[in-house]
T-cell receptor
């Protein structure tokens, strides 16, 4: 069964460093998302992406964040200068025309 | 906000019993979805129910939706140890690129 994959599973970085989280959505999906979940808290929407542009972004998704679909299969989330409060699980999701979003296993980002 | 809020926050039952989790939301919705998350893992899509549907089944899962009360319930029948997880309801705006807004979740523990 096709699934969304994410790499790495765990990323440890120093505050101020740039990180890139990678996702490979399901191949025939058209809509892509990033969510995050701070430990013990709700899953929060960050950004949605369709047709090579951002469809919607939340207040969390400030200038430090960017997304890209560089090659038609990968979907990346970049955080330019990480902060301690960026530590969280980051989930990628994708869907076709219905809105059943399929989530990846997540990347645990730890900012020291 | 479309946010769903689950009730109870935590539920512990004996294996073989049925588990019922409730969700309430604030605004009109197009779809309501239920997800499961095992500890520290990704989100697994369980079921999507549309606003014009009242009940939906999938295996041991039964979801109801009452749009007049802005509430939904998830029933897991004949629970198993493997059902131990957090369960989230989530609402979306109904379009293909619609973000999902998650509730806080119900932590379900199945005692052997």
């Amino acid at each position: 069964e096709p699934e969304v994959t994410q790499t790495p599973s765990h990323q440890v970085t120093q505050m101020g460093q740039e990180v890139i989280l990678r996702c490979v959505p399901i191949s025939n999906h058209l809509y892509f998302y990033w969510y995050r979940q701070i430990l013990g808290q709700k899953v929060e929407f960050l950004v949605s992406f369709y047709n090579n542009e951002i469809s919607e972004k939340s207040e969390i998704f400030d200038d430090q964040f960017s997304v890209e679909r560089p090659d038609g299969s990968n979907f990346t989330l970049k955080i330019r200068s990480t902060k301690l409060e960026d530590s969280a699980m980051y989930f990628c999701a994708s869907n076709t025309y219905n809105n059943e979003q399929f989530f990846g296993p997540g990347t645990r980002l730890t900012v020291l | 906000s479309q946010q769903g809020e689950e009730d109870p926050q935590a539920l512990s039952i004996q294996e073989g019993e049925n588990a019922t989790m409730n969700c309430s939301y604030k605004t009109s919705i197009n779809n309501l979805q239920w997800y499961r998350q095992n500890s520290g893992r990704g989100l697994v899509h369980l079921i999507l129910i549309r606003s014009n549907e009242r009940e939906k089944h999938s295996g041991r899962l039964r979801v109801t939706l009452d749009t007049s009360k802005k509430s939904s319930s998830l029933l897991i029948t004949a629970s198993r140890a493997a059902d131990t997880a957090s369960y989230f309801c989530a609402t979306d705006g109904g379009s293909s690129a619609s973000k999902i807004i998650f509730g806080s979740g119900t932590r379900l523990s199945i005692r052997p």
